[in-house]
């Protein structure tokens, strides 16, 4: 079982993929992190592919939580968010402070300021454009559709995603339907209707997204079925399925689809579709529905990303200070911890040279793969380390190098882009 609220750091990234379905990116996404197979699977990332092909509105959310400082293994879904806004999303992030106070304590007043000055600010000096950024606490859709939400969700249920127990907190309860309607509510009417939506996410976050697809489909009217020779639709519910049914043959048919309906099984047969018609039939019948379903939600998306090894080797951790890099590090600070990390090399320089080092298990080498665009200078690296040509001593020089020129800029941007921290906030009141 994946849980969402252990400390653990999963490395086994293929036996994860096995047992929980997660499958494989394509080579759809020309970005590093998805070729260098930093983000390492996907749910459903076929509905983002379609809408970019498509020119059509999708949505990339994420949320941070605010409490401590953003530190660089945070950086890669900022970069999956940029990425993906590049690519025409609308991008929601939630700040978590219902979150942070219930577990943590810290006072909404407190992470506001924590969320604006070691978060929102460091996002915008990388370059995240002008989006929606909004405080759990504040933004008043997103709780009742998570109030409504709970009606579709039991606990046998979250007992067998989560493993929860009589004993568990009903904060256990509540958090993952919160953060199912940080990413479904974006798609209700005031925000563009439904739509697909990418979720950049860790692995021991996939229960919340199995969570949230399921309680996405359960409001569904139309339920779009795959089969082997195309696609079939049922109508969810025990009203009177023919106004759906009529409606959605002439939304079809406008569409040069043929139908075959049968009333009594609730059901349209779509004779001349292709079972990879499904992604656009879902998206035809949900932008139908949402005239008459105020929770229509098109499944979320995901994508998984690898969890940057932290400095000492394990999790980065802000209980180990010297683990992570924080973006708000003075840039000296984090040349010193760079230079004491733990490195994947041999343990004299003769043996380096003779055997070269093991950059698949270095985390210095993971400040190159994750933070540096450049493929070609990556690639580099990598083989003078495995080919014996390059000695851990300079090659963390080059990266503490690399890193503090990345927070020099970061610093040097700080003032311009707190001027513009109100471009960013659903709620303004600063
Ligand atoms: S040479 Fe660089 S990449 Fe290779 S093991 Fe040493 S520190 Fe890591």
Not at 305 to 326: A, N, R
Request: proline letters at 4%.
């Amino acid at each position: 079982m994946i849980n969402p609220w252990s400390s653990k750091q999963y490395f086994d990234y293929e036996k994860l993929k096995k047992d929980f379905g997660i499958e494989n990116t394509d080579n759809f996404f020309n970005h590093y992190l998805f070729t260098r197979r930093l983000i390492f699977g996907q749910r459903s990332i076929s509905y983002i592919e379609f809408a970019i092909k498509n020119k059509m509105p999708f949505n990339a959310v994420t949320g941070l939580m605010p409490s401590g400082e953003m530190h660089l293994g945070n950086k890669i879904t900022i970069d999956q968010m940029m990425y993906f806004q590049s690519l025409g999303a609308r991008v929601t992030i939630a700040v978590a402070d219902l979150e942070s106070y219930a577990t943590r304590g810290i006072s909404f007043e407190k992470a506001r300021n924590i969320a604006i000055n070691n978060y929102i600010v460091n996002y915008i000096s990388m370059g995240l454009k002008p989006c929606n950024i909004y405080f759990q606490s504040e933004n008043f859709d997103m709780q009742k559709t998570a109030y409504v939400l709970s009606n579709e969700t039991n606990m046998s249920e979250l007992k067998a995603i989560y493993g929860l127990e009589d004993s568990s907190s009903i904060l256990h309860v509540n958090a993952p339907i919160i953060q199912a309607s940080d990413v479904l509510h974006v798609q209700l009417g005031k925000y563009g209707g439904p739509a697909p939506t990418i979720v950049p996410v860790g692995v021991d976050q996939d229960p919340h997204i199995r969570l949230m697809r399921d309680l996405a489909q359960r409001y569904r009217i139309y339920n779009v079925k795959k089969e082997n020779t195309g696609i079939s639709v049922y109508i969810r519910g025990k009203n009177d399925p023919h106004e759906f049914i009529d409606r959605a043959v002439e939304i079809l048919s406008k569409n040069l689809y043929k139908t075959e309906i049968n009333y009594e099984y609730r059901s349209i047969k779509i004779s001349n579709s292709v079972p990879e018609d499904d992604i656009k039939i879902d998206i035809i019948l949900a932008n139908l529905e949402k005239d008459f379903n105020d929770m229509t939600f098109i499944g979320p998306s995901a994508t998984f990303q690898k969890l940057e090894t932290g400095l000492k080797g394990g999790k980065m951790s802000s209980s180990v200070p010297d683990s992570l890099i924080s973006l708000n590090d003075d840039p000296k600070e984090a040349e010193r911890k760079i230079k004491n990390a733990v490195t994947g090399g041999k343990k004299t320089i003769e043996e380096q040279k003779q055997f070269g080092g093991n950059p698949d298990i270095c985390p210095v080498f993971e400040l190159y793969a994750y933070h540096n665009p450049d493929n070609e200078y990556v690639t580099r690296v990598y083989d003078e380390c495995k080919g014996g040509a390059r000695m851990c001593g300079s090659c963390k020089a080059e990266a503490a190098e690399n890193i503090s020129k990345f927070l020099k800029d970061l610093k040097e941007k700080r003032d311009e882009s707190m001027t513009k921290i109100n471009d960013y906030l659903m709620n303004k009141s600063l």
